[in-house]
């Protein structure tokens, strides 16, 4: 159902109701709600596997001391891919570039504060760089792919030379 949701999402954004979302999966729709009691709970774990595939390769991938710009150029692939996933949370949530919550910010947080550490140990980052300045880039990433209003890469380039030392 989860994958069958995200599929829809990608295709036509927030506009995707719990009926079409049975019909792709193959089930009734009341069992849809009986895994997601709500619309939003449905969005909202699509968000969550979003964020642990992110985590998941933050942790397999980007684990260097020159790791957050792997991430940064990772998270702006992953969103530029599937804004309609984006536009999705955005609406269940009612706030643009809303970051993880529960499980899949502390995925997203543990793994990126050892990007942190090693980056700040080899001399690559800013030594008083915190996992919300990362956050907060990455907000400003969601913004500039989900308004079109610039290069998301050449954000991706300045936001990590503003990150370094």
Do not use: N
């Not at 504060?113 to 300045?133: H, Y």
């Not at 990362?134 to 907000?139: A, Q, S």
């Amino acid at each position: 159902m989860l994958d069958a949701a995200r599929t829809l999402f990608a295709e036509r954004g927030g506009d995707v109701q719990m009926p079409e979302i049975a019909r792709a999966a193959g089930v009734g729709v009341g069992t849809v709600y009986r895994h997601f009691p709500t619309r939003q709970a449905l969005v909202e774990a699509a968000a969550d596997q979003r964020f642990a595939e992110i985590a998941e390769y933050a942790r397999a991938r980007c684990l260097s001391p020159l790791g957050l710009a792997r991430y940064l150029k990772h998270v702006g692939e992953v969103l530029a891919a599937d804004p309609g996933l984006s536009e999705a949370i955005q609406a269940a949530r009612g706030t643009p570039g809303t970051p993880p919550t529960g499980a899949a910010r502390a995925g997203l947080e543990e793994a990126v504060q050892e990007m942190i550490q090693r980056g700040v140990r080899a001399g690559a980052l800013r030594e008083d760089l915190t996992t919300g300045d990362v956050f907060m880039v990455v907000c400003g990433l969601s913004a500039v792919i989900r308004t079109g209003s610039g290069d998301w890469r050449r954000f991706v380039e300045l936001a990590v030379a503003g990150l370094g030392q």
